[in-house]
């Protein structure tokens, strides 16, 4: 059971904008930044947001990170079928002394 | 550009051994950490630990000390995971990733992973 808790499942359909959550503990999301990674199906994962709301060179402004308190967010608008993958977020958990995921959310464009 | 190259897929029968390979090119090697990630089938990623590149010191996450060895071999640009005594619950794609910065670090370049199946 993942420290970090995302919804399993989200969808949209094209166009639109959609939301998921990560939300952890005071020892993790609360004292570090959060990362997002995108992971297509049968492909390695991908950097999408690093130190909570930066962008890597080459990721769309479409997509977009945020944290407040213990949660954070990614957003993703104008939503494309091509954006249908699992979406992990992670941050060092100080108590674990570790990294952890969140258990992943598969987003599904219909 | 920054690649990892990891090796190919390795069926193994349980109580054997294996070592995965994880080729970086692209930059200097000793500069950034190697984090290892599991993925069981169907389910999320797991992180592994890390080994620092620089002075060969590797950390391990709760639950894989003990059979999970990373090493290195500078001189190829190569981090390594290997796995002893394997068990059936190893079955697992094995990626590789270059951690960014700090303990906070992102893992901003990933191998394309290594499956490695435990069967009997």
């Known amino acids: 059971q993942s420290v970090l808790t995302q919804p399993p499942s989200a969808s949209g359909t094209p166009g639109q904008r959609v939301t998921i959550s990560c939300s952890a503990s005071?020892?993790?999301?609360?004292?570090?930044?959060v990362s997002w990674y995108q992971q297509l199906p049968g492909t390695a994962p991908k950097l999408l947001i690093y130190s909570n709301n930066q962008r890597p060179s080459g990721v769309p402004d479409r997509f977009s990170g945020s944290r407040s308190g213990t949660s954070a967010s990614l957003a993703i608008s104008g939503l494309q079928s091509e954006d249908e993958a699992d979406y992990y977020c992670?941050?060092?958990?100080?108590?674990?002394?570790?990294?952890?995921f969140g258990g992943g959310t598969k987003l599904t464009v219909l | 550009q920054v690649q990892l190259v990891q090796s190919g897929s390795e069926l193994k029968k349980p109580g054997a051994s294996v070592k995965v390979s994880c080729k970086a090119s692209?930059?200097?090697?000793?500069?950034?950490?190697m984090t290892w990630v599991r993925q069981a089938p169907g389910q999320g990623l797991e992180w592994m630990g890390w080994i620092n590149t620089n002075t060969g010191n590797p950390t391990y996450a709760q639950g894989f000390t003990g059979r999970f060895v990373f090493s290195l071999d500078t001189s190829v640009s190569t981090a390594y995971l290997q796995i002893s005594s394997l068990k059936t619950e190893d079955t697992a794609v094995y990626f590789c990733a270059r951690r960014y910065g700090g303990n906070s670090g992102p893992f901003d370049h990933w191998g394309q992973g290594a499956l490695v199946t435990v069967s009997s």
């Open positions: 992670a941050a060092w958990d100080d108590s674990l002394n570790g990294v952890i």
């Open positions: 692209g930059y200097t090697f000793t500069t950034h950490s």
């Open positions: 005071s020892s993790n999301i609360g004292g570090n930044t």
